[in-house]
């Protein structure tokens, strides 16, 4: 029987808005301003969403860990400091290409592109550590009903506005039934006028035949056409 995994769907979440966000970068014309500051826009929000997404890690599952099993979650721990001086340069040569003209900012943005690459493949490389070595201390140390308790503080740490950056890339990342999993959960416990939202937010990035499953699935909304 599976396990309760407070990776799994977070981390298809960032691995989307990393790969979406390296995208649009690489590909980024720096001399039209509107798709620079839209682009560099994106970029720092991902850079907000790692670096949050790290915090709670620290706080509330190696927290945990630790707890259980002193030194477990050192190694992540260390590596999430790692990161978090990444985040500042990725950060600083955003701000570069921003100040630069002309060719130099041409050349600020390859330096932003190519680092930002290294940084997506060092999180995805992260990411399977957590999925693989943690999840292992995780689940010999707690029951699933441990895990979930957990699972709801994160979820009640999170403000309205982060949680529908989440959603939005969160629900086109799951499989049909981990999306419907996800929002029968928020049906279940978030108020009426929360749930809504939230599913609204998810719709526009979803194809309509993953729509009409979601809402198929959870009874919530008429189909859509």
């Known amino acids: 029987m599976?396990?309760?995994d407070l990776y799994?769907?977070?981390?298809?979440?960032?691995?989307?808005?990393?790969?979406?966000?390296?995208g649009a970068v690489g590909r980024m014309d720096v001399d039209d301003a509107a798709e620079r500051d839209a682009t560099l826009q994106q970029l720092r929000s991902?850079?907000?969403?790692l670096e949050h997404h790290a915090q709670i890690e620290d706080e509330?599952?190696?927290?945990?860990?630790?707890?259980?099993?002193?030194?477990?979650?050192?190694?992540?721990?260390?590596?999430?400091?790692?990161?978090?001086?990444?985040?500042?340069?990725?950060?600083?040569?955003?701000?570069e290409v921003d100040g630069a003209a002309g060719a130099p900012r041409a050349v600020a943005a390859h330096a932003l592109y190519q680092h930002l690459s290294l940084s997506?493949?060092?999180n995805l490389a992260h990411m399977h550590e957590e999925?693989?070595?943690?999840?292992a201390v995780l689940w010999a140390e707690f029951t699933d009903d441990e895990l979930a308790a957990i699972h709801d503080r994160i979820v009640a740490s999170i403000d309205a506005q982060e949680m529908a950056q989440v959603i939005r890339w969160m629900a086109p990342s799951l499989t049909p039934y981990e999306r419907s999993t996800l929002f029968g959960a928020l049906q279940a416990?978030?108020?009426?006028e929360v749930f809504h939202r939230l599913l609204e937010v998810a719709r526009p990035h979803l194809a309509p035949r993953d729509w009409n499953k979601l809402v198929f699935g959870i009874a919530a909304v008429p189909l859509a056409a």
Do not use: W, Y
């Open 2 to 4: 599976a396990r309760f």
């Open 8 to 22: 799994a769907s977070i981390h298809k979440a960032l691995r989307s808005f990393m790969a979406d966000t390296l």
């Open 46 to 49: 991902l850079l907000d969403a």
């Open 60 to 95: 509330f599952i190696h927290a945990a860990m630790q707890a259980r099993r002193p030194g477990s979650a050192e190694e992540t721990g260390a590596e999430h400091e790692r990161q978090r001086a990444a985040l500042r340069e990725l950060r600083r040569q955003a701000d």
């Open 120 to 122: 997506v493949a060092e």
């Open 131 to 135: 999925e693989t070595v943690d999840n």
């Open 189 to 192: 416990k978030a108020p009426a």
